[in-house]
């Protein structure tokens, strides 16, 4: 019988940081420039002033202090508010699939595994650069793998969801070691120009090994005991950018076609369906919650997670049971849960149980019950 373990993590972090002082810089110098450039209007009522913003009141409402970014220059600039990524040609080698195989490289080390012993690849994040063809047939191609690659995207619920697939191809026997990659390049979609918003997102790429138990020899792996999803449809985190502007001749760089939320909707609906699914999950292996030593979450808002572990433990969680990752990373859509598990694994003892969990637009969810081996 197969048996599904994690076996490798990497991560790759981009070389530029943005903090929060330096966000707030720009946008309060941008939002002082509207106000000016737009004041008659302002005052009669036409349009609003935009708000000025605090380092203080991001960390509050997010728990984020800096973030990641694969191209700092733009993002700061009053004239532009947008990364700066020139385009590659089609021979060249794309963006993302570059900091995947970046991850890729330190998932293959920490499993002890070379490319050629790996079957399918599977690129799982919330936006990818193009339709086609696949970024993880690029990395496929680079890494040379014979075998086959395909993307998907659930969302901020991607990583898992695609860990789920990669378990099930284990399980069925049609993939011996399968490679998830999640290549979260989410500045090119943030509204810089949004008080509200402008601040969640840091670039970031995460790379998972699943494969069979008996083909495994990393130093920490963990079996998979079940995955469990959920999805339920909701407009309140939405991104409209698509091929089809084209012909509805809008714009496609409309503010609705980048990311917006009604964050407090999502956090009074995604809280609570959040925890019920975690209960469930484990209770299907007859764990309770103190029989869980680590939850790896969801990376979006620090009160969010808060929430949730409050509510499963009926207290606060410690850092070691439940770690945060948001203020050096911010909200990395996907590859959050898989942070928090890539840099707060090892430590623990064989038998340890453990949930990764991560949820987001759709309404998305998805979860895995580990055990240390």
């Known amino acids: 019988m197969k048996?599904?373990?994690?076996?490798?993590?990497?991560?790759?972090?981009?070389?530029?940081?943005?903090?929060?002082?330096?966000?707030?810089?720009?946008?309060?110098?941008?939002?002082?420039?509207?106000?000016?450039?737009?004041?008659?209007?302002?005052?009669?009522?036409?349009?609003?002033?935009?708000?000025?913003?605090?380092?203080?009141?991001?960390?509050?409402?997010?728990?984020?202090?800096?973030?990641?970014?694969?191209?700092?220059?733009?993002?700061?600039?009053?004239?532009?508010?947008?990364?700066r990524i020139p385009a590659r040609a089609d021979h060249e080698l794309s963006v993302q699939a570059e900091i995947a195989l970046a991850a890729a490289h330190k998932a293959l080390i920490s499993a002890n595994k070379s490319a050629d012993q790996i079957d399918a690849v599977i690129v799982a994040c919330s936006y990818t650069q193009r339709a086609y063809p696949a970024i993880a047939i690029e990395v496929q191609h680079e890494l040379g793998i014979q075998g086959f690659g395909f993307d998907m995207q659930v969302a901020c619920s991607s990583a898992t969801f695609g860990l789920h697939r990669a378990y099930e191809m284990i399980k069925a026997g049609t993939a011996k070691a399968v490679l998830v990659i999640n290549p979260e390049l989410t500045s090119p979609q943030v509204n810089y120009c949004d008080r509200d918003s402008h601040f969640i997102f840091g670039d970031v790429a995460v790379a998972t090994i699943i494969e069979d138990s008996s083909t495994c020899h990393s130093e920490h792996s963990y079996e998979i005991l079940s995955t469990k999803a959920a999805t339920v449809f909701s407009n309140n985190i939405r991104s409209n950018f698509g091929y089809t502007a084209r012909v509805s001749d809008t714009d496609p760089f409309s503010l609705d076609a980048l990311f917006h939320q009604n964050g407090r909707k999502v956090f009074k609906e995604v809280c609570p369906m959040a925890v019920e699914h975690i209960l469930k999950h484990i209770e299907q292996h007859n764990l309770s919650v103190e029989n869980v030593q680590r939850w790896w979450l969801h990376q979006a808002n620090i009160n969010m997670n808060h929430l949730i572990t409050r509510k499963l433990l009926g207290r606060d969680a410690s850092e070691s049971e439940a770690p945060i990752v948001l203020n050096e990373y911010a909200n990395t859509a996907s590859a959050g849960s898989l942070i928090a598990f890539h840099q707060n694994h090892e430590d623990l003892n064989r038998n340890d149980f453990g949930l990764i969990c991560s949820f987001g637009a759709g309404y998305s969810i998805g979860s895995l019950v580990i055990k240390k081996r």
């Not at 076996?7 to 939002?31: D, F, H, K, Q, R």
């Not at 991001?58 to 532009?80: H, N, P, Q, T, W």
């Open 3 to 83: 048996n599904p373990v994690i076996s490798g993590i990497g991560l790759w972090t981009p070389e530029n940081t943005i903090t929060n002082e330096e966000l707030v810089t720009a946008y309060n110098a941008w939002a002082n420039a509207f106000n000016t450039e737009h004041l008659d209007a302002i005052q009669a009522g036409d349009i609003n002033a935009k708000p000025l913003s605090t380092a203080e009141f991001i960390e509050k409402a997010s728990g984020i202090k800096r973030r990641f970014a694969y191209c700092k220059d733009g993002v700061l600039d009053i004239s532009r508010m947008r990364p």
